[in-house]
Every structure is written in C-alpha cells, then in structure tokens.
C-alpha cells in the first residue's frame, strides 16, 4: 500500500491540536481506517524535521512530548490549500484488506503450529510455500488466480 505523506498528515492534525506522537500516529491510523499506521521511525523524524524548520514546538507534558503548531506552521497548513494525504484513504483505499487477510492466516498457521500434527505442519508448510511462489508469479504476470 502506498503511504501517504507524513509530513502533511502531522500538520493538518496538529491544525485541530496539539498531539503527542503516539496521539499522531493514532490519529492517521483512525482517519484512514486503519490502512495506513506510520511507524515512529516515520513520525518522530517529521516531527523533529518541523521544529527544526520553525513550524512546530515541542514541550514536555507529563513526561510526554507534547507537539503544537507554531503561528509560521498555521500559516504553512493554510498555504496548503485543500491538500489531503488522506484523501486516497477515504473511499476505504484498496478493495482488499491484505494486512488482514496475513493476520488471518497468520493465526490460523500459529494454531497449526500449537495443535497441529507432523503431518498437517508438513502439509501448512507446503501450503505457505506453494502460496508464497503463486504471489510472485502474481506480481510476474504468470498465471491467473481468478
């Protein structure tokens, strides 16, 4: 999945207030439904590049660094016009949700892997490998799984 612009998304959330930035990764992660979660080493990065660029502070707050847009960093939210990193995100992105599907069969190979026997932990890993070669070929325009 493509990612959005981080550097956007944390100045258009910081226009309606002032977040940490767990509170920032959250807050994309639930404007996106949860299809784009940007990691802390994408987020802190940002938000460190924008205090050092004048547009946000940063304070401590119960031992928490506490972010806030500068009267330089409203005036940049507002020469964004009507820029929207979450806009690829609102008609609920790609019509398939990959990441839930692996975590699906990520827990059906763990329950495999706890109560399975020789044989069907033999047989899952065939079934993963075999599913790990048809992916590539996917991608290698090879044969069709429709």
Same mark, same amino acid.
């Given at each position: 999945?493509?990612?959005?612009?981080?550097?956007?998304?944390?100045?258009?959330?910081?226009?309606?207030?002032?977040?940490?930035?767990?509170?920032?990764?959250?807050?994309?992660?639930?404007?996106?439904?949860?299809?784009?979660?940007?990691?802390?080493?994408? =987020?802190?990065?940002?938000?460190? #590049?924008?205090?050092?660029? +004048?547009?946000?502070?940063?304070? @401590?707050? $119960?031992? &928490?660094? /506490?972010?806030?847009?500068?009267?330089?960093?409203?005036?940049?939210?507002?020469?964004?016009?009507?820029?929207?990193?979450?806009?690829?995100?609102?008609?609920?992105?790609?019509?398939?949700?990959?990441?839930?599907?692996?975590?699906? =069969?990520?827990?059906?190979?763990? #329950?495999?892997?706890?109560? +399975?026997?020789?044989?069907?932990? @033999?047989? $899952?890993? &065939?079934? /993963?490998?075999?599913?790990?070669?048809?992916?590539?070929?996917?991608?290698?325009?090879?044969?069709?799984?429709?």
């Amino acid at each position: 999945m493509p990612r959005g612009d981080v550097r956007t998304a944390v100045l258009l959330l910081l226009a309606d207030e002032p977040m940490h930035g767990y509170q920032l990764m959250q807050a994309v992660a639930d404007r996106t439904g949860g299809q784009w979660r940007p990691s802390p080493g994408a =987020v802190y990065p940002t938000i460190n #590049q924008l205090e050092d660029e +004048g547009l946000v502070t940063i304070t @401590a707050d $119960a031992g &928490r660094k /506490l972010v806030a847009l500068t009267d330089t960093g409203r005036e940049h939210v507002a020469a964004l016009g009507d820029t929207d990193p979450f806009a690829s995100f609102a008609d609920g992105g790609r019509p398939v949700d990959l990441h839930g599907a692996v975590r699906q =069969v990520h827990e059906a190979v763990r #329950q495999v892997g706890r109560t +399975g026997t020789e044989d069907q932990i @033999a047989a $899952a890993a &065939r079934i /993963l490998a075999d599913t790990r070669k048809a992916l590539y070929l996917l991608l290698a325009d090879g044969p069709s799984t429709t």
